[in-house]
């Protein structure tokens, strides 16, 4: 029970990061809506009831809300947070032309698009400020260099070479070849390697034992085969270039991972709700701000992608009924409309208890529950 212990070292992150990354998804739409013509009647980071708040010029009430797991932006004309169609039959030419309803379909669904988008491109913006001033702290699988006479070099790496598998095994970052190659010892490695050229390799390597002395005067003994990961620091053009490959790396991680747990190749064990994100949050800050920075453009990233999802409910929801009414040529019927949202609410609160329960059983609170019982 070391998370409930120190809930304040847990807390206080994940109040901080899942408040920048509502914040990023919601101006996303409002900044969008606002382009449009629409008027934004409520900005809320949280749910319930609110905690404080002002009311801008604009009419828009800026608020924070009492349950801190997630926000929403309601627009004029809809009936309520979740951006469910209200009735405007009553309204003024005037209204009509400032309620989200009536916008073209075009601009209702680059509204709802924009705050996906916002996610990934604060995640551009975050890891290319960070590749920019400290470099990148975990590079993805490129040889960097290749140290002179090293057993690399006799097999053939190059500065620029892929590292796709060892052994076939994929490899996805620079840090998983050191715990390999210590892993093998002196046996005998097969790398496949993409060129720069495009050619795909396979190289054969047999690491070399290497003898250290620590700052303590001991005597430590460890595998090599000579390369180091280019982790930066990178200008502004790379950092961005880098940045972008990143992100599109990250999401197609994810991508897979979700389409594994669904066919079944990983457990559902490791999905996790807010729970889990708070204890990592804590984790993650506890090793330091660059840590937190990276922890972060990773669940924006997250965030964006799953509220991509074809559910009601979700930005992907309101896009495929604006796809359903782009090939009908008219919007679905509000009954039908109605139906989609109720079965969204039930599949997104279905997903919340069992992520919860999840993050229950992961942090053993129903054993401390029954140590205490008996």
Known sequence: MEFISGAGGYLIPFLVVLTVLVFVHELGHYWVARRCGVRVEVFSIGFGPELFGWTARSGTRWKFSAVPLGGYVKMFGDANAASAPGDTTEMSDAEKAMAFPHKTLGQRAAIVAAGPAANFIF????????????????????????????????AGFQPGDTIVEVNDRPIYRFAEMSVLVQRHGGEEMRITVDKEDGDTRQLTVVPR????ESPDGETIELYRIGIAAETGPFGPVRAVGEAAQETVALTALTVRAIGEI???ERGTDELGGPIRIAQMSGDVAQVGVVALIWFMAILSINLGLINLFPVPMLDGGHLLFYAAEAVRGRPLSERAQEYGFRIGLALVLTLMLFVTWNDLVHLRVFDFLRGVIS
Not at 209 to 212: D, I, Q, V, Y
């Open 123 to 154: 995640a551009l913006v975050v890891l290319s400020g960070l590749f920019m001033t400290t470099g990148h702290p975990f590079p993805p699988p490129v040889v960097g260099e290749v140290q002179a006479g090293s057993a690399a070099e006799t």
């Open 209 to 212: 034992e290497t003898t250290f």
């Open 262 to 264: 669904i066919v079944g």
